[in-house]
């Protein structure tokens, strides 16, 4: 059974960290490119960032660039996501999502968790 579950989410107050982890099962980890999104209220889903299956190539929306850093630990089957100096924009349902490398047309979902930034 295939499974992504996030976790780490919670209420933190702005210039604060949190750090998102997406334990992945039930698939081939090492071949599925990571990424995450997020959904603030009332908007559309967007992505955050993104890391090859070898974690050699990053990519990061602009709004997050020097403030978060993806990264996954392809023994552990998890991907991660630090986010440092946390604004209130960034309050946000956060999702791990995997793509297959190659194909992708096949791709999972985790249930996502809540970040909150909030004085």
Same mark, same amino acid.
């Given at each position: 059974? $295939? ?5 780490? &989410? %919670?209420?933190?107050?702005?210039? /604060? +960290? ?6 992945? !099962? ?21 992505? $955050? ?5 070898? &974690? %050699?190539?990053?990519?990061?929306? /602009? +709004? ?6 993806? !990264? ?29 490398? %190659? ?17």
């Amino acid at each position: 059974q $295939v499974q992504l579950v996030e976790s780490g &989410g %919670g209420l933190v107050q702005p210039g /604060e +960290s949190l750090r998102l982890s997406c334990a992945a !099962s039930g698939f081939t980890f090492r071949y599925y490119v990571m990424k995450w999104y997020r959904q603030p209220p009332g908007k559309e889903r967007e992505m $955050v960032a993104g890391i090859t299956i070898d &974690g %050699g190539r990053k990519n990061y929306a /602009e +709004s997050v660039k020097g403030r978060f850093t993806i !990264s996954r630990d392809n023994i552990r089957k998890t991907a991660y996501l630090q986010m440092n100096s946390l604004k209130v924009e960034d309050t946000a349902v956060y999702y791990c999502k995997a793509e297959a490398q %190659g194909a992708n047309n096949v791709y999972y979902w985790g249930q996502g968790t809540q970040v909150t930034v909030s004085s």
